[in-house]
């Protein structure tokens, strides 16, 4: 069944919330089996403390999966335990509570663990733990396919916390991570100013060292040269005579 038939919606709301109630009871219930296990342990050898440990593990993770039902902490499950986050279902929750409920019913084949040997109370506790875990494991499975909507990315998870407006919320939420990925890639590809290295020069001057220049003494061009030639003044220079001229022999017609 998908959610595109919004008659599911609302009253799969109040129905993933019992459940919810339903399983923190569980966990609770597990909690107090496995005290009751460490407190009725038969000391044989010194291997009983691995036995202690294990089902100190057991509260450890009943504990972490109450907080997981419960409203808090969204955005450490939705980064860290994203199974266990928004957008998941209920199957890894379910597969847990399995292995949990197995574990508790295992430990009744012990002669320890008899109702005698526990008394009855804590045995009840024990097989009420383990009985509860396997029903409501079943029960998760079975929420998360009827609740859920493919099509639309909607899971039971969503319509536990958000009801008949689940589909919306969906859709408003991929938008905004659309959008935030837009907006870091969009600055990515920004242009980046950096601050050059200066043009390179030469390695003498980057080494702050120049090709010594030599320079010569002026010498005398005389030395050089042969001498220095005489000015019109100092030469001897003699004015032509126009007498004779061929001009001037020139008869006039």
Do not use: C
């Not at 005290?35 to 450890?60: R, S, T, W, Y």
């Not at 220049?213 to 002026?218: G, M, T, V």
């Amino acid at each position: 069944m998908g959610l595109s038939r919004s008659s599911l919606a609302g009253p799969g709301y109040v129905i993933l919330n019992i459940i919810r109630v339903l399983n923190i009871i569980v966990f609770l219930d597990t909690i107090a089996a496995s005290v009751a296990l460490i407190v009725k342990i038969n000391i044989v050898n010194g291997f009983f403390f691995f036995e202690a440990v294990f089902h100190v593990i057991i509260v450890g993770i009943s504990i972490f999966l109450i907080v997981s039902e419960l409203p808090i902490l969204r955005g450490y499950f939705d980064r860290n335990w994203p199974l266990f986050g928004q957008d998941s279902s209920f199957i890894t929750l379910s597969i847990v509570m399995m292995i949990m409920g197995i574990a508790v019913l295992g430990d009744l084949n012990k002669s320890t663990a008899s109702d005698t040997a526990l008394g009855l109370a804590f045995w009840r506790i024990v097989v009420s733990a383990g009985i509860l875990a396997i029903i409501m494991s079943t029960v998760n499975v079975l929420a998360s396919f009827i609740f859920r909507d493919n099509d639309g990315g909607v899971t039971a998870r969503h319509v536990r916390a958000y009801g008949a407006v689940a589909p919306s919320k969906v859709l408003e939420r991929s938008s905004s991570h659309k959008s935030f990925q837009l907006g870091l890639n969009r600055q990515d590809s920004l242009p980046t100013y950096r601050t050059h290295s200066p043009i390179s020069r030469p390695l003498s001057v980057r080494n702050g060292t120049r090709f010594p220049l030599k320079i010569s003494p002026r010498t005398n061009d005389s030395e050089h040269h042969g001498s220095v030639p005489k000015s019109p003044k100092e030469t001897d220079i003699t004015v032509p005579n126009l007498a004779h001229h061929p001009a001037m022999y020139s008869t006039t017609v």
